[in-house]
């Protein structure tokens, strides 16, 4: 019961602040663009709705066959709007801009 009533009092509170406080939030600039070829603009209309041009151009290179599993992970995992029709094309585009060859078996 006291836990009940002092989370209660907490979410007041808080709802209270968030009332009286409104946050406001001037994101960074974009300076980075992903670098150009061909499905550049489909990474930059499914991928940059989240991250920065710098965030992909950061990362270090991967096997298209993981570059695959990242861009199903982004629509799994963190619910990203991507069409399942559009993964292929997206693989493509950052194997080819950002990736290394598949290990040979
Ligand atoms: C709905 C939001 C969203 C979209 C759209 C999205 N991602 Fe992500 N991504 C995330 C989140 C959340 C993480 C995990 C937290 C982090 O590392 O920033 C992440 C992490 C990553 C990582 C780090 C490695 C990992 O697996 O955690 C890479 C690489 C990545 N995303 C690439 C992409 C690419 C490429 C696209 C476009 C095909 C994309 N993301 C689209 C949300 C998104």
């Keep these: 019961m006291k836990t009940i009533l002092i989370s209660l009092a907490f979410s007041f509170v808080g709802g209270w602040l968030a009332q009286s406080a409104p946050v406001s939030i001037t994101l960074p600039v974009e300076v980075a663009a992903l670098r150009n070829a061909p499905g550049a603009e489909l990474a930059a209309m499914h991928c940059m709705t989240c991250h920065s041009a710098e965030y992909i151009n950061s990362q270090p290179s991967l096997t298209r066959t993981a570059w695959k599993a990242s861009v199903e992970?982004?629509?799994?995992?963190?619910?990203?709007?991507?069409?399942?029709?559009?993964?292929?094309?997206?693989?493509?585009?950052?194997?080819?801009?950002?990736?290394?060859?598949e290990p040979v078996k």
């Design 73 to 101: 992970k982004m629509r799994g995992k963190f619910a990203a709007p991507i069409p399942e029709d559009q993964v292929e094309k997206l693989a493509d585009y950052l194997a080819a801009i950002y990736g290394m060859p």
